[in-house]
């Protein structure tokens, strides 16, 4: 099975930290996203990326920052944490160009800025 | 730009109904379109995928249709139980290889009483 692991289950900041999350997949795809969610909106698209050292913005970029520097890491990095970052984060990978395969998702990381 | 409706928003029925969850997209062009479960605080789990050729996928007491013309999906959970309770979420991948993200419906929150 394609498994994406996420570091933390649950993660406590203080409000202008610099904060990673951290995302690994072990399949070889090369496509990896990160979202975040919360109540009333939905999942929404942070970044995502296609390949090693490529990055692309999603729908909600502002205050988040991303590195791929292997295929199989991808850190989403809030570079000063604010409250309104509270949020559960997903992290997901993909095959590209497979039709026949979908996204697989980790098991996302809670994360509280206080 | 894509948008993706779920309806209902919740829904709640007696253990051992069949039930229909609805999922429309405005977009018909997508690649591919997958149905997810989440339950309380948790990641995303794939349930089926449907890709933009098919009509149908089935996995046990799951059902997922497709009329890309029409703009439509459906799930059918056959002989509920109260273990399909959780929050059910459809996301569709927009034609290009599927590198640049899902696009997600708000979800569906499912109870089953037993």
């Known amino acids: 099975d394609v498994k994406v692991t996420q570091s933390s289950r649950y993660l406590v900041k203080r409000t202008g930290e610099k904060v990673f999350l951290e995302c690994v997949q072990d399949m070889d795809h090369e496509n990896m996203f990160w979202y975040r969610q919360d109540p009333g909106l939905g999942l929404r698209l942070i970044y995502f990326?296609?390949?090693?050292?490529?990055?692309e913005k999603g729908d909600i970029p502002e205050g988040y920052s991303v590195s791929r520097e292997k295929k199989e890491r991808f850190s989403l990095i809030l570079e000063s944490a604010s409250t309104n970052q509270t949020s559960m984060y997903l992290c997901?990978?993909?095959?590209?160009?497979?039709?026949?395969?979908?996204?697989?998702f980790g098991s996302g990381t809670r994360l509280t800025v206080v | 730009k894509q948008e993706v409706t779920q309806i209902p928003a919740a829904l709640s029925v007696p253990e051992g109904e069949n039930l229909v969850l609805n999922c429309s997209f405005t977009?018909?062009?997508?690649?591919?379109l997958q149905w997810f479960r989440q339950d309380p605080g948790k990641g995303l789990t794939s349930l089926l995928l449907i890709q933009s050729s098919q009509r149908e996928q089935t996995s046990g007491r799951l059902n997922a249709s497709l009329d890309k013309s029409s703009g439509r999906s459906t799930l059918y959970i056959a002989a509920s139980q109260p273990g399909d309770s959780a929050t059910y979420l459809c996301a569709v991948t927009d034609s290009g290889g599927g590198a640049d993200g899902l696009t997600f419906g708000k979800g569906t929150h499912l109870i089953i009483q037993p």
């Open positions: 990326s296609y390949d090693v050292k490529m990055k």
């Open positions: 977009d018909s062009a997508i690649y591919n």
């Open positions: 997901a990978s993909s095959l590209w160009g497979q039709a026949n395969y979908g996204y697989t």
